[in-house]
């Protein structure tokens, strides 16, 4: 089982480096997909929608209800470019101050440790109710593949772009008006779209193989606890 464990963990490590040998190249057009050969824009983000931002839900609010919801820190400890599971749970009083999602926002870190860090980015992409919490801005894009910004908005050129713009030291806060001078080089959406699932196939597999590899690790913490109070003996 070990052995098999050891497997898995390498199969995962292989498999994220691809990921992100992938991004680096489809999100800057060095690879172009079969099929595109358009010219990429430059565009900032302020002119590709419009800025809102969250508000409220305090820490002990986080487990009031069954509304889900999104808090700036989650985005740090929970989430990588698209939001897949709540860890937050509201209550319907608690979400009456707080600021509803719409599948397709991209959601910023609006303040952290780190000026390297700051506005780290996720999309929301469910038809579900939800909300973002205080702390949060929030892009409603149009006219854009939302998972591709998703994507696209968490890569070193434009992480280098949020950075300065951070303010502070201690904590660090960067503002909607900061997010929208931030700029950014798009494909036609028929291209980001593509782009965009090669990217979450290859998540979806990620996760596959992360979810197996857990399992794993509970069968032979379980085996070995069997054996070892000897509660199951060997023959």
Not at 138 to 165: E, H
């Amino acid at each position: 089982m070990d052995a098999l464990l050891g497997a898995l963990d390498r199969l995962i490590a292989k498999k994220r480096d691809l990921k992100q040998a992938a991004m680096q190249q489809l999100l800057t057009g060095q690879t172009r997909l079969p099929g595109f050969s358009g010219k990429w824009e430059t565009k900032r983000l302020a002119d590709i929608g419009r800025f809102i931002k969250g508000r409220g839900i305090k820490k002990e609010e986080a487990r009031s209800g069954e509304l889900p919801c999104v808090r700036y820190g989650e985005i740090y400890t929970h989430h990588n470019d698209v939001v897949r599971r709540f860890n937050s749970w509201i209550a319907r009083d608690v979400a009456a101050t707080a600021t509803r999602l719409h599948a397709g926002d991209v959601l910023f870190a609006g303040s952290g440790e780190t000026k390297e860090e700051i506005g780290k980015a996720v999309v929301f992409v469910d038809q579900v109710e939800a909300y973002a919490g205080g702390d949060i801005v929030i892009l409603r894009p149009t006219g854009c593949d939302p998972v591709f910004l998703g994507y696209l908005l968490n890569t070193t050129p434009v992480v280098a772009q949020k950075a300065s713009y951070g303010q502070g030291d201690a904590v660090v806060h960067i503002s909607a008006s900061s997010l929208g001078r931030v700029q950014v080089k798009l494909p036609e959406s028929a291209e980001q779209s593509a782009i965009a699932t090669i990217l979450t196939d290859m998540d979806t597999e990620l996760t596959a193989l992360e979810q197996r590899r857990d399992k794993t690790r509970l069968l032979k913490q379980g085996m070995m606890q069997e054996l070892l109070t000897g509660r199951t003996r060997l023959v």
